[in-house]
Structure formats: structure tokens, C-alpha cells
């Protein structure tokens, strides 16, 4: 698994270049150079006895070089400095980590731009992988990143001050669970060749669980995406389509992973100040738990969205809950609230009206919404799996109450 | 979010252009090497193209196993399109903004049309 060891290693490769040479710019160009020499030479040579030092050996030649033809006009001050590469350990590296993925974050950059340097300096994908990832050219990935870095050129390489540590912190929860969704929509199966998002988000959240242990939030995320990719076996059906919660084969779930996410999201609850990604971590716990759709605890998913509702409200999780009322207090309950709320606009406000129209026997009513917001999506997957409801509401076929058996 | 700018001429717009001395059309030329520059300093520009005038669009029609090719362009259709953009942008508001600063953008129509990708909401599978 060379892979996986570049990618471990990059961030605190770059981590030991940048604090023995500053200039955060060239030395993750150089480290991105010296990981992709590794991506070739390992395979065919064999893993170096010390491939971490290696990595920062070839980086810190690269970065000369590439310092070289940037700058002339420093080489004469720096050269002798730059020419020893810098001990492999001389601080332990979870601190660099941390620095660095928080420095990928800076408030300064665009949330598109945070993705991408983080993927590339703390995750040490290729810009090439990046952009397949997201689908756009490699040129404009590229050019995210360069000009991300020209944007935190004078930011230190160090800790923020601690008042400063939450929102910072928030904002790397941000990008990894951006990364997450990016993966987890779109493993439909419409795109091969993707690098694996939703793994890659999953691995930094646990590199960041591990630097952050006592930080409730950081283990809110980690859960929630290990219990949102656990059911990812069964939410894909033949042809790709995607496989409604309550109809999913959950004999096909991850009881590994759900295991997992529901001791970490337990022990947070228990430990640490409730946030909205550990509300959500539990709602995604009470869904894993549930033998089947029908004996899920929806009362508990409720009371779960009436608190994510005070501590994180939006229009989503206005939405959401809905869902959650519907099958405690009827989809007549759920469908007032839903006419009594100001009209966002938003094509998921139709999603929630088709599903509650179709529990409420309105297959017709159901079908037009369903309709109505396959329209309106964005997502190519979503809107594959809208029409499919919309169709099922033509041929009279209602949303089961119950576990539906496999034929 | 990816964004498709469509920029579509009319007759003034073409005619305009066509009148325009070779020093203008240089000027206009240049206004958008530069406009496309900028948008690659920011990584927002994917592909740009200039279309060729409307006279030489051919249409292929494809109907039951028989294909015929016409020659256009279709004289009740007065706006053409005359070029593209597709962007990657943050928000729809910032493809906005770029849209409006299309050099042509005064004398065109301009649409701007999200493109469909492959990210949904996470809990959309009811």
C-alpha cells in the first residue's frame, strides 16, 4: 500500500520542510513533486528503509531547485541552509498535522480552495487526482491551489492562538465533511476512476480525532460519516440507483463500522459539549441501530432534531425533522407545518411534500412533487432516484410501511 | 458549482461588430484576453470558445434511421448564439458578476445556466 503510506506521510513531510525552511509554498510544491517521484520510483525500487526521511530528502533537493529558478536573488543567502535536509523528527509531527490542515482552512480562502489544498497538502493526493475527483480540469485545480497558497503566503506555521482554535477548528469540519458528501453522493456510480472521497474525508477526520480527542465535535464527525458510509453497501441497487433508507437490505450495513460510530458518538454525548455534527451523528446512530425500518425510534430521531433545530437551525434541518414528525404524529401533522412555513424555493422543500404526500396515500399529489423537484436538482444522481419515486407513484405502488422482503 | 455562460448576439450586436475598425476589433480582442486571464488566475475558467458566424451552422437531423444535414442559419431567429464560457465558480451570485463583465455582455443577451453535477444532499435517500 505505497498509496497509502505517501498519503499518511505527506502532511508531515511537508510539516518538516516547512518549519526548517519556511515559505509554505514551495516547500508543499516540492513535497508534491517529491510525492509523486515516490508514486514511481517505490513501485519499481522498493520502499526506502526510511521513506519518510527520503520524502523529505528529495523535497528539500526539489525545493531548491524550485527556489532556484524562482529566485535567484536569494540563493546566495539561503544555499548553505538549504542544502542539509532537515531531520526527519525534529518536532513530533501530529503538531504539524494540525497546523497544517488548519493553515488549508484559513478563513482568508474560498471553501473550494480549502478543499483542494487540504487534499493536497494534508490528504497528499495529486492535483490530478483532485481534479478527477471533482471533475474539473486539471489546470483549474491547479490554479486553486497556487493561488490558496499565494493567499496564506505570510500566515505563520504555527498553532492560532487559542481563541481563535474553534472557529478554525469548525472550519476544518467543514471542508472534510464537504469532502465526504462529494464522495458519499456520488458513489451512485456515476463517475469511475474517482479517487475514493469518502475514505480520504474518513481519514482525516480520523487523523483529526486522534490530534483532538477530547473535542466533541471532531468525534461527532467522525461517527457521523462512519455511520452515513456504513449503510453505503446497500444504498446503491442495480443499475445504480439509489436504494431509499427505509427499503434498504440492512443485512448488507457495516456493523464494524456502526459499531464504531456509536461508541464515538456515545462517548462525546457523554463528554463533551453537544454540537450539531454529534446530533447528527446520533441521528444516523438511532437509523444504523434499528433492526428494522419499522422499529425505528422516530420519537428519538425527533427529540434529536428538536435539539439540532436549537443549536444548528436551517432550512434542512427544518425539512428533515418533518420527516421525523411525519412517522410519530402522522404525515397530516408534518404536512401543516410544512404549509405553514415560509416558502424557501428550495427543490428539497418538494422532496419532503412528495414523501409526506405519499405516506399520506396521495400518490398523485406525491408524483407531481416528486416531479416538480427532479426538475429542479442539480445532482444528476438525485434526480435519477426522484423520477423513479415519481414513477412508483403512477403505478399505485405505495411507500412501505414495513421491511420489504428481498425477491 | 460549475456554470455554463451562454452569450448570444442579435442582428445590431453583429452588425455593430462588423462595422467596427480593425484597431476597435483588436481593443475588443484584447479585452477579452484579458478578461480570460484574470478568470484563469482564479481557476474559474474551464473552456472559453468564440463561435464562428451563424451562416455556417449546419443542422443534422436524425429521424428514423435517415440523417439530413441543412444549412442555417434559420432567418426568424434573430439572437445567434456567438460564444461560451463554462465556469467554476463558489456561488451562482460570483457567475453572475463574471457574466456581466463579458465584454460583449452590453451589446448580447447572456444566460447563465448551472450544470448538472454529481453531489447531492447526503440525506436525500428518504
Known amino acids: ?27 508543499e510544491d516540492a513535497v508534491q513533486e517529491a510525492l509523486l517521484a515516490a508514486a514511481v520510483q517505490w513501485p519499481r525500487d522498493g520502499v526506502p528503509d526510511n521513506p519518510k526521511a527520503w520524502l523529505i530528502t528529495t523535497a528539500s533537493r526539489r525545493r531548491i531547485e524550485l527556489w532556484r529558478s524562482d529566485s535567484a536573488r536569494l540563493r546566495r543567502e539561503e544555499a548553505v541552509f538549504a542544502l542539509a535536509p532537515p531531520d ?78 474553534p472557529s478554525r477548528i469548525a472550519a476544518v469540519l467543514q471542508v472534510l465533511y464537504l469532502v465526504f458528501t ?49 449503510r453505503r453497501p446497500a444504498r446503491v441497487g442495480p443499475g445504480g440507483t439509489t436504494v431509499p433508507l427505509a427499503e434498504q437490505d440492512r443485512s448488507r450495513w457495516d456493523s464494524g463500522a456502526i459499531a464504531e460510530g456509536v461508541s464515538l458518538v456515545t462517548h462525546a454525548l457523554a463528554t463533551a459539549p453537544v454540537g450539531p455534527y454529534q446530533l447528527q451523528a446520533a441521528i444516523a446512530a438511532v437509523h444504523d441501530e434499528a433492526p428494522t425500518a419499522a422499529e425505528t425510534d422516530w420519537p428519538q430521531i425527533l427529540l434529536l432534531y428538536d435539539l439540532l433545530r436549537q443549536v444548528a437551525p436551517g432550512p434542512m434541518v427544518t425539512l428533515n425533522r418533518l420527516v421525523a414528525l411525519a412517522e410519530v404524529e402522522g404525515p397530516a401533522a408534518a404536512l401543516a407545518e410544512l404549509d405553514a412555513l415560509e416558502p424557501s424555493g428550495h427543490y428539497r422543500a418538494d422532496v419532503v411534500r412528495a414523501h409526506l404526500l405519499e405516506r399520506s396515500g396521495d400518490l398523485a399529489g406525491a408524483r407531481e412533487y416528486y416531479t416538480k423537484a427532479a426538475q429542479r436538482t442539480l445532482s444528476a444522481p438525485e434526480q435519477g432516484y426522484l423520477e423513479s419515486r415519481a414513477l412508483r407513484c403512477l403505478s399505485g405502488k405505495p411507500l412501505l410501511k414495513e421491511d420489504p422482503t428481498p425477491d | 458549482m460549475k456554470y455554463l455562460v451562454l452569450i448570444y448576439g442579435n442582428p445590431a450586436s453583429r452588425s455593430a461588430w462588423a462595422g467596427m475598425s480593425d484597431e476597435q476589433k483588436a481593443a475588443g480582442l484584447r479585452a477579452y484576453v484579458e478578461f480570460n486571464e484574470e478568470l484563469d488566475a482564479s481557476g474559474e475558467r474551464i473552456v472559453s470558445e468564440r463561435l464562428a458566424a451563424p451562416e455556417l451552422t449546419k443542422q443534422v437531423i436524425v429521424r428514423e434511421d435517415r440523417v439530413s444535414t441543412t444549412d442555417g442559419p434559420f432567418a426568424e431567429i434573430k439572437e445567434q448564439l456567438a460564444g461560451a464560457y463554462l465556469l467554476e465558480c463558489d456561488t451562482e451570485e460570483r457567475a453572475l458578476e463574471i457574466a456581466a463583465r463579458i465584454p460583449e455582455a452590453p451589446y448580447a443577451t447572456i444566460e447563465v445556466r448551472p450544470v448538472m453535477g454529481l453531489t447531492g444532499d447526503v440525506g436525500f435517500e428518504l
Open chain 1, 1 to 27: 500500500m505505497i498509496e497509502g503510506l505517501l498519503r499518511e506521510l505527506a502532511p508531515q513531510v511537508v510539516g518538516a520542510l516547512v518549519r526548517r525552511y519556511g515559505g509554505f509554498d514551495t516547500c
Open chain 1, 88 to 165: 526527519p523528527d525534529p518536532v513530533p509531527a501530529v503538531d504539524d498535522t494540525l497546523t497544517l490542515l488548519l493553515l488549508c482552512c484559513h478563513p482568508a480562502l474560498t471553501r473550494p480552495s480549502q478543499v483542494a489544498l487540504t487534499l493536497r497538502a494534508v490528504g497528499g493526493l495529486t492535483t490530478a487526482e483532485i481534479a478527477r475527483a471533482y471533475l474539473v480540469p486539471e489546470p483549474t485545480i491547479g490554479q486553486r491551489i497556487s493561488r490558496a497558497k499565494q493567499r496564506v503566503k505570510g500566515t505563520a506555521f504555527s498553532l492560532p492562538p487559542p481563541d481563535e482554535r
Open chain 1, 182 to 230: 462529494e464522495g458519499h453522493t456520488a458513489s451512485a456510480g456515476a463517475a469511475v476512476g474517482r479517487v475514493e472521497l469518502t475514505a480520504e474525508a474518513i481519514r482525516l477526520a480520523r487523523q483529526l480525532h486522534a490530534l483532538l480527542p477530547d473535542d466533541g465535535e471532531v468525534t461527532g464527525l467522525l461517527a457521523l460519516m462512519l455511520l452515513t458510509d456504513a
